[in-house]
């Protein structure tokens, strides 16, 4: 294990533990968005209402999953309720709502964004938003004066600011600085009645578990008659399952926070592995050796001027200095002995031997006639006799 993959390890190591410590250290923040989920015990859930629904309703409420459109194109009903709870519904889901009312149904839509198909039924009116941080909730029944909502989180402050003659206000918003303002209310509408409430943060988880307000719930349902309540949970915008293969992951704290320190270590490993690879090593031509070269050319020189004593006495020279050096043999006198000695160490011929002490003495003499073929008989022998 080389130095710098230990210096990695270490760093990886180092994020590791920190990214632990702040896990288990972290503040687990609180979910505050108005989510109206029947499944969601986050502050602005619906999960206690879901719970508590069949209490409220004396165990007659029908939760349904279709859209009002589908659910009363394959069902006849009598006279019932219906309830819809901050649900986007289409148009065509409206129209079939307000068809089940018009024969006789009563429906009470507790909803912040009052949909256009109802505001035209019931008349006009505009809906104002105060931006007061706390208001209140109250009835305008003297039997429900006691009855009250205190909103300290996030009201939406919506209200009607004007109210079509023929219209019952059932609630209003009383804020501090600002004049009461109608939240509930109830319209005749052929046979039937809508409700129409525009602040469905009382029905949330926060404000249900404080005591108390479990009353003003009540008795804003008291209104609707005791008789079956179809409660429309989905509508077109229901949420659909997540076909996301990480779904179940990702919804687990613990598991989703192991995902990501696996991703995490994974992405460090490609990165440090990536480094750790040697680069493409340059390919670098050796130096040429020009010493062959080198020696062509000497020879070729030779060769032009035509001076073959000279080449002679050199090549002589070469070959006396590798008898000295590799052979060991005195080379001061070629005589008789010089060439047993030489004949004994290289294994050639005594004729091969004395032949080319002749030519060796011819090269060095200074006024022999040299030949080519001599220059040529005599490289021949010389590079026999030593290889």
């Given at each position: 294990m080389n130095k710098t993959f230990k210096i990695y390890a270490i760093i990886f190591i180092i994020i590791m533990v920190i990214l632990a410590l702040l896990e288990?250290?972290?503040?687990?923040?609180?979910?505050?968005?108005?989510?109206?989920?029947?499944?969601?015990?986050?502050?602005?859930?619906?999960?206690?209402?879901?719970?508590?629904?069949?209490?409220?309703f004396g165990g007659n409420l029908k939760k349904i999953d279709q859209t009002p459109y589908e659910y009363y194109n394959q069902n006849k009903k009598t006279s019932h309720n219906i309830l819809v709870v901050e649900k986007e519904?289409?148009?065509?889901?409206?129209?079939?709502?307000?068809?089940?009312?018009?024969?006789?149904?009563?429906?009470?839509?507790?909803?912040?964004?009052?949909?256009?198909?109802?505001?035209?039924?019931?008349?006009?009116?505009?809906s104002q938003i105060s931006f007061n941080d706390q208001n209140v909730l109250k009835l305008t029944d003297k039997n429900y004066l006691n009855d009250f909502i205190n909103l300290d989180k996030f009201p939406s402050g919506r209200g009607f600011s004007y109210i079509k003659p023929g219209v019952e206000?059932?609630?209003?918003?009383?804020?501090?600085?600002?004049?009461?303002?109608?939240?509930?209310i109830k319209v005749k509408f052929g046979k039937g009645n809508i409700y129409v409430h525009c602040e469905p943060l009382f029905l949330t988880n926060y404000y249900l578990l404080?005591?108390?307000?479990?009353?003003?719930?009540?008795?804003?349902?008291?209104?609707?008659?005791?008789?079956?309540?179809?409660?429309?949970?989905?509508?077109?915008?229901?949420?659909?399952?997540?076909?996301?293969?990480?779904?179940?992951?990702?919804?687990?704290?613990?598991?989703?926070?192991?995902?990501?320190?696996?991703?995490?270590?994974?992405?460090?490993?490609?990165?440090?592995?990536?480094?750790?690879?040697?680069?493409?090593?340059?390919?670098?031509?050796?130096?040429?050796?020009?010493?062959?070269?080198?020696?062509?050319?000497?020879?070729?020189?030779?060769?032009?001027?035509?001076?073959?004593?000279?080449?002679m006495a050199k090549k002589a020279q070469y070959f006396l200095n590798k008898v000295r050096m590799d052979l060991l043999i005195d080379t001061q006198n070629l005589d008789d002995e010089f060439a047993k000695k030489l004949q004994l160490k290289t294994g050639k011929t005594i004729e091969i031997i004395n032949e080319a002490i002749v030519l060796i003495r011819k090269a060095q003499d200074p006024y022999a006639s040299v030949m080519k073929e001599d220059l040529t008989r005599m490289n021949k022998i010389l590079d026999e006799i030593i290889r």
């Open positions: 288990v250290n972290k503040k687990e923040v609180t979910d505050w968005r108005k989510n109206f989920d029947l499944n969601e015990k986050s502050p602005f859930g619906l999960f206690v209402f879901n719970k508590e629904s069949k209490d409220l519904i289409d148009k065509e889901s409206w129209r079939s709502i307000l068809g089940q009312v018009s024969t006789g149904s009563d429906a009470m839509l507790i909803v912040s964004k009052i949909p256009k198909e109802i505001s035209d039924s019931i008349g006009y009116y505009d206000i059932l609630g209003k918003t009383v804020e501090k600085d600002n004049i009461d303002q109608a939240n509930f404080k005591p108390g307000n479990v009353r003003y719930a009540q008795d804003v349902f008291s209104y609707l008659n005791d008789k079956e309540t179809v409660w429309f949970v989905e509508a077109a915008d229901a949420k659909a399952t997540s076909r996301f293969f990480m779904r179940f992951i990702l919804s687990k704290p613990a598991l989703k926070y192991a995902w990501w320190v696996f991703l995490a270590g994974l992405i460090l490993f490609i990165f440090f592995n990536a480094k750790r690879k040697q680069r493409i090593v340059p390919i670098i031509e050796p130096l040429k050796n020009t010493s062959v070269d080198f020696v062509k050319s000497i020879g070729n020189l030779y060769l032009q001027e035509g001076d073959f004593h000279d080449m």
